[in-house]
């Protein structure tokens, strides 16, 4: 059981005689995830701990039940003790400045964006036609991003790219998104200097990725989504 520890008003709630009083998650109610049947008697405010309150249901063989509960703050959705002008996700409670951050989980658990540090690496290969290899290799720390680097290759094409500056890293839910600038060259063929990349990759069994150089122009593999790995693996951490 969740203990909540932010009381600033006490109430009294009181159940009708052979009815379900529901126990959620919500303001200006009790907390818990359980339905209790009151048989008979009533369901009040008994004095409690500093910080929360007790509450008890009085059954018909007079078993008391108690549970802990507390009261939101005007303007706390979420019942965390963090009003919507501070909490980033004020309907989340395990979301708050006070947060743990959880790499990978698609939440910024401590409404700190700059947590934790967004960081991809490792290699993969795959095949965008069958016989036909590429390669991929990142190494990219939001925390420096400047010594960054991507490097992808293609036998096909004959294709090699590597970056010239890493522009940003994002990372959240597992899925990291790299962009900055970069040279491109195709043996016997047309060069791309200086030309905007994106990078993504998707952790999966296995890994899938996804690059486009030029916005595309030049080179871009999938057409869409992304493409799993035939070996390797890449690291990444983010929200």
Do not use: H
Request: hydrophobic fraction near 30%; aromatic fraction near 8%.
């Amino acid at each position: 059981m969740i203990k909540r520890k932010f009381l600033y008003k006490s109430i009294l709630i009181t159940a009708l005689l052979s009815s379900w009083y529901s126990v959620s998650w919500g303001c200006d109610s009790v907390m818990s995830g359980t339905n209790y049947r009151v048989e008979s008697g009533f369901l009040s405010a008994v004095g409690g701990e500093t910080g929360s309150t007790n509450y008890q249901i009085m059954q018909s063989n007079m078993e008391p039940i108690f549970i802990l509960a507390s009261v939101c703050l005007p303007n706390d959705v979420d019942c965390d003790a963090w009003t919507a002008d501070v909490d980033c996700d004020d309907n989340d409670y395990t979301v708050n400045p006070a947060g743990t951050e959880i790499v990978n989980n698609g939440k910024d658990d401590d409404c700190n964006p700059a947590t934790p540090v967004n960081t991809a690496s490792g290699l993969g290969l795959n095949q965008p036609l069958p016989g036909f290899n590429a390669s991929l290799q990142v190494s990219v720390d939001g925390a420096n991003p400047g010594v960054g680097l991507v490097k992808y290759r293609y036998s096909r094409e004959r294709l090699t790219f590597a970056s010239t500056a890493i522009s940003s890293i994002s990372a959240s839910g597992g899925t990291a998104t790299i962009t900055g600038t970069g040279n491109a060259t195709r043996t016997g063929g047309a060069s791309c200097t200086g030309c905007p990349f994106t990078v993504t990759i998707v952790e999966d069994s296995p890994d899938g990725t996804s690059i486009s150089i030029n916005n595309g122009a030049y080179f871009k593999d999938p057409a869409s989504g992304t493409r799993a790995l035939t070996s390797g693996n890449f690291n990444q951490t983010g929200q």
